[in-house]
């Protein structure tokens, strides 16, 4: 580590900088994993927040996973037109939608949460189940203080 921190120069003891090469490791072998399902890490969020709230509204899965308005149209369109997602008029308000996953979106999101699942396995073969704990805590006190995920 320390040989690296020296290429480095200045980033070495910065901890976004390392944050953002960790998030590069996970999400390129995250890549990988999801290889031939047509499903991205923003897909794979989706579903589990309608799979988890079945009838929520499109809005609201946005603001639960930080996603911007503009872009929500075109992901769930997406998952819609996959057949994964299933978007209906909501009844008690007829100029929003809600979503449910289907029977194939379970299928998908318990087959991406096992590739998932070996992913993170092997991402982090070298940590104890304390060490795991402990970055899973660490970083969920980075994103209490984001504001734009309150």
Known sequence: ????????????????YHLRRAFG????????????TGMRQV??????????????NQGAVGR?????RANMVSLINELVDMKLIARV????????FSLTITD????MLTDCLAKIEAHEQQMLAG???EERA???????????????IA
């Not at 805590?137 to 734009?148: G, K, T």
């Open 64 to 68: 639960v996973l930080g996603i911007k």
């Open 25 to 36: 490791a996970f999400a390129a072998d995250f890549a990988n994993a999801m290889d031939g």
């Open 89 to 96: 008029v909501d009844p008690a308000d007829r100029r929003a």
């Open 43 to 56: 897909l794979v969020g989706i579903l589990a927040v309608v799979s988890g709230s079945p009838g929520i």
């Open 104 to 107: 194939s979106g379970r299928a």
């Open 127 to 129: 940590f104890s189940d």
């Open 134 to 148: 402990m970055l899973l805590d660490l970083l969920s006190r980075i994103e209490r203080r984001d504001p734009a």
């Open 1 to 16: 580590m320390a040989g690296e921190q020296e290429n480095v120069g200045p980033l070495g003891p910065l901890v976004g």
